[in-house]
């Protein structure tokens, strides 16, 4: 199967604008998403279908895709906004990849 | 409320075996792929195996082919893993997790998840 690889950690200012990166060589040919996950708790789905936005999520949270790698930007981050973010992508044939994970701290 | 609840996880010796059960509520499971997905302490999130709707199509990541089976029953809205010859590194939290969609596989909605620890 493919793999999906992130940043280990991202800093960033309160009210700056964060960007995580994602790429794999299957993303031009499947939808990615990406989850949110704070210590303790379980994932919570915030991008689906590249740019889609749940309902309840803030709109803070985008997502884009280019070629093999898709981005998940927070824009106006917020104290609440740390937390560990994977993005995922699969197909029908094949298994659901996560990315290896990134760290977002809100310095 | 809309909820998945996962149950069964405990401590186990390795070359054990461990059924875990996920009961759905507020919610119809007959309508959404299920899957398992697994994190390990202080590691990423891994997918481990999915089921299709009604039960006919199952698919695993690599390392649980052959020891660990995914099932459902509809009508009692819950999800299963049976987990066989349990190794050291199956030790990890296990969520269930629904797909609302047939072609762009992502989950919506998650459980919070029950830990196995596999050990002597």
């Known amino acids: 199967s493919h793999e999906l690889t992130q940043p280990p950690s991202v800093s960033v200012s309160p009210g700056q604008t964060a960007r995580i990166t994602c790429s794999g060589d299957?993303?031009?040919?499947?939808?990615a998403c990406w989850y949110q996950q704070k210590p303790g708790q379980a994932p919570v789905l915030v991008i689906y279908?590249?740019?889609e936005r749940p309902s309840g999520i803030p709109k803070r949270f985008s997502g884009s895709s280019s070629g093999t790698t898709v981005t998940l930007t927070i824009s106006g981050v917020q104290a609440e906004d740390e937390a560990d973010y994977y993005c995922?992508?699969?197909?029908?044939?094949?298994?659901?990849?996560f990315g290896t994970g990134t760290k977002v701290t809100v310095l | 409320e809309v909820q998945l609840v996962e149950s069964g996880g405990g401590l186990v010796q390795p070359g054990g075996s461990l059924r875990l059960s996920c009961s759905a509520s507020?919610?119809?499971?007959?309508?959404?792929?299920l899957s398992w997905v697994r994190q390990a302490p202080g590691k990423g999130l891994q997918w481990v195996a999915k089921?299709?709707?009604?039960?006919?199509?199952?698919s695993y990541v690599d390392s649980a082919k052959g020891r660990f089976t995914i099932s459902r029953d509809n009508a009692k809205n819950s999800l299963y893993l049976q987990m066989n010859s349990l190794r050291a590194e199956d030790t990890a939290v296990y969520f269930c997790?629904?797909?609302?969609?047939?072609?762009?596989?992502?989950?919506?909605?998650w459980g919070r998840g029950t830990l196995v620890t596999v050990s002597s």
């Open positions: 997790a629904r797909d609302p969609s047939d072609y762009v596989w992502y989950f919506d909605l």
């Open positions: 507020g919610f119809n499971l007959s309508n959404y792929w």
């Open positions: 089921i299709k709707h009604d039960g006919n199509e199952k």
């Open positions: 299957a993303l031009p040919n499947q939808y």
């Open positions: 279908k590249d740019s």
């Open positions: 995922q992508s699969a197909d029908s044939s094949g298994p659901y990849v």
